[in-house]
């Protein structure tokens, strides 16, 4: 990963231009200037972050809801707020279910109920009426970096929804048919559309398009504040453009760049993180008794052969696409949740938290339409609260670019029972678990005295020691 030189010659421009003259800036955003610090490596490497799903967050479905609680997700160790598409949604083609749009359906009134997705945008530089007001986000913005949080915006480059002002000022930025009719996105594997009829594809052969959207991306850097930006389906775009794009965004500031993809291609000179899909699914199968330890040993070794040592990926349980379309932690993990939650933390990469899963979120979403999500707190906030605080504080839970080691320990029991130990600067961390639905046996070839972080007490271990493991039994040990 080489974008650590061009965040360097973006902070060397930001100090060469302090014997400018200054813009005049309210007191909040002189405030913010002071306390914030720009984004940097040592962030990444001890942050959680946070998916904020801003429609289904509250009632209300508005920005000063979810602004209002910013405060205290710092029990949960967040540092970084990732906000699903805050950007007004096109009525052409909405969707109002996976299969229909709001075209197949004889309702006056269909616009207030069938909201449609957050990814087809008409105005990439406007806020969801829905949520609230350019001032509200700009008050977001504020009360996250008045609390050491950095914010970062969902970005759909790929395709916008047909409502979008390009489609009649701007045909030549689509993809076209046979016809000369703009089309929704193709699968070049197959030649047949994806299914989102709700948007229109871009055609990244236009160059020009190329330099609009970075002055769309641009525009929330120099007038909020934005600290980054995730961005959606990111491999179905040329690397090229990132790498075009992300230069000229950091040199107004640092930058946060978070990939939906694993493509290690991304992370060479435009991305931070990429999704580690390919963890998360091996995760589900391990819960579902469709695979063992050994298969994750195996993608584990995988990993190391594909990406750089400073590329690092988001892990999660959870996020809008497996809640909503696969089902909730429960229905994938069942009694292996909180094991494959603390996994997530302690592996190297930074682990992610979606909307509701602090307050226990026991069902799927609606994606298209107004849901809510319970916000009481249960079982799983103390949980993240007590996952969060260790990695934020705990130099062998590094998972950013000069993220902490990684050694498997060997167990007698190596195809059921997943150890490794996590280690940086002298300090070392353990973790232990039963990925099987059944107690184990076994014993693991380390030895020392340990903290139980999690169910506290003492552990002393050796090479020669049993330990009996309940069904999905799991220790992080501490010095």
């Not at 060469?16 to 040592?42: F, I």
């Not at 598409?85 to 075209?103: C, D, G, H």
């Not at 339409?369 to 130099?395: F, H, Q």
């Not at 130990?421 to 059944?438: C, D, H, Q, V």
Request: charged share 30%; with cysteine; glycine share 6%.
């Amino acid at each position: 990963m080489k974008k650590t030189a061009t965040l360097f010659l973006a902070i060397t421009l930001l100090v060469s231009c302090k014997n400018e003259p200054k813009k005049t800036t309210s007191k909040k955003e002189a405030t913010t200037e002071k306390t914030l610090p720009p984004v940097s490596d040592s962030l990444m490497e001890t942050a959680v972050i946070y998916e904020a799903n801003i429609r289904q967050y509250s009632p209300e479905g508005t920005l000063d809801e979810f602004t209002a609680d910013i405060p205290q997700l710092k029990e949960l160790g967040v540092k970084i707020i990732w906000l699903m598409p805050v950007y007004p949604i096109s009525k052409t083609n909405r969707k109002a279910t996976p299969e229909l749009s709001v075209e197949d359906i004889d309702d006056p009134n269909k616009f207030e109920k069938y909201l449609g997705s957050y990814y087809a945008i008409s105005d990439y530089t406007a806020v969801n009426p829905n949520f609230g007001t350019k001032e509200d986000f700009r008050e977001l913005m504020e009360t996250a970096h008045e609390n050491g949080m950095y914010v970062i915006l969902d970005w759909v480059a790929n395709h916008t929804g047909w409502d979008h002002h390009w489609i009649t000022e701007h045909p030549e930025f689509y993809t076209k048919n046979k016809a000369g009719e703009i089309t929704d996105p193709i699968d070049p594997r197959t030649g047949e559309s994806w299914g989102w009829t709700d948007v229109a594809d871009l055609n990244y052969e236009n160059k020009e398009l190329w330099k609009a959207m970075t002055e769309e991306m641009k525009y929330w850097v120099t007038e909020f504040d934005v600290d980054g930006f995730r961005c959606d389906v990111a491999a179905e775009i040329p690397t090229e453009f990132w790498e075009f794009a992300v230069p000229k965004l950091e040199a107004e500031k640092p930058l946060f760049m978070l990939a939906e993809s694993q493509d290690a291609d991304l992370f060479v000179e435009a991305f931070d993180m990429g999704y580690n899909w390919g963890g998360h699914h091996l995760l589900n199968e391990i819960a579902q008794g469709k695979a063992n330890v050994s298969a994750w040993d195996a993608y584990m070794q995988k990993m190391d052969t594909l990406y750089q040592k400073d590329d690092f990926l988001m892990n999660f349980v959870t996020n809008h696409d497996e809640n909503s379309w696969n089902g909730t932690i429960e229905e994938r993990m069942g009694e292996a949740s909180e094991t494959m939650l603390a996994l997530t933390y302690t592996m190297p990469g930074m682990p992610l938290i979606y909307s509701g899963q602090e307050y226990d979120l026991d069902h799927r979403l609606k994606f298209f339409v107004k849901d809510t999500i319970t916000r009481e707190k249960g079982k799983t906030w103390p949980i993240l609260a007590k996952l969060g605080e260790l990695k934020n504080e705990n130099v062998a839970l590094h998972g950013g670019k000069n993220a902490a080691k990684y050694e498997r320990l060997k167990t007698s029991k190596d195809e059921k029972i997943l150890a490794f130990k996590r280690s940086k600067n002298g300090k070392e961390l353990i973790y232990i678990a039963n990925m099987t639905g059944e107690p184990v046996k076994f014993t693991v070839e380390t030895e020392g005295e340990f903290s139980n972080y999690m169910q506290n007490g003492t552990v002393t271990l050796n090479p020669e020691k049993e330990l009996n493991f309940d069904a999905w039994e799991y220790w992080i040990l501490v010095e």
